[in-house]
């Protein structure tokens, strides 16, 4: 069955650090993007970051960081000076964007893991 494997999600403090990992489980993502999004309650789903062969999309800038291991086939998304409003449902996903860089549009994304919790506290 294909699925994602995340992990990564956690509790921090203010101002403290977490990496995101993404996995996929039975099948390979050659030419796929991967794009983080997250979505706290109430509120809608909300594009972070995008990586693919074409280049990387970052709407949370100077502070997230996604990358890539190609060699572990898993993709990362670091997170550095986390504050209370970056506390959400954090979900990875594999679009196709076969003639451009990937975007943050929700419906390009086809496969999507299960979601991992952050919370930052203040």
């Known amino acids: 069955q294909l699925h994602f494997v995340e992990s990564g999600g956690g509790m921090v403090h203010t101002g403290g650090s977490l990496r995101l990992s993404c996995a996929p489980s039975?099948?390979?993502?050659?030419?796929?993007?991967i794009g983080w999004f997250r979505q706290d309650p109430g509120k809608d789903l909300e594009g972070v970051s995008c990586i693919d062969d074409h280049g990387t999309i970052d709407s949370v800038q100077g502070r997230f960081t996604i990358s890539r291991d190609n060699a572990k086939n898993t993709w990362y998304l670091q997170m550095n000076s986390l504050k209370p409003e970056d506390t959400a449902v954090y979900y990875c996903?594999?679009?196709?964007?076969?003639?451009?860089?990937?975007?943050?549009?929700?419906?390009?994304?086809?496969?999507w893991g299960q979601g991992t919790q952050v919370i930052v506290y203040s």
């Open positions: 039975g099948f390979t993502l050659d030419h796929y993007a």
């Open positions: 996903a594999a679009g196709s964007f076969p003639d451009s860089t990937c975007s943050l549009t929700q419906g390009r994304y086809v496969f």
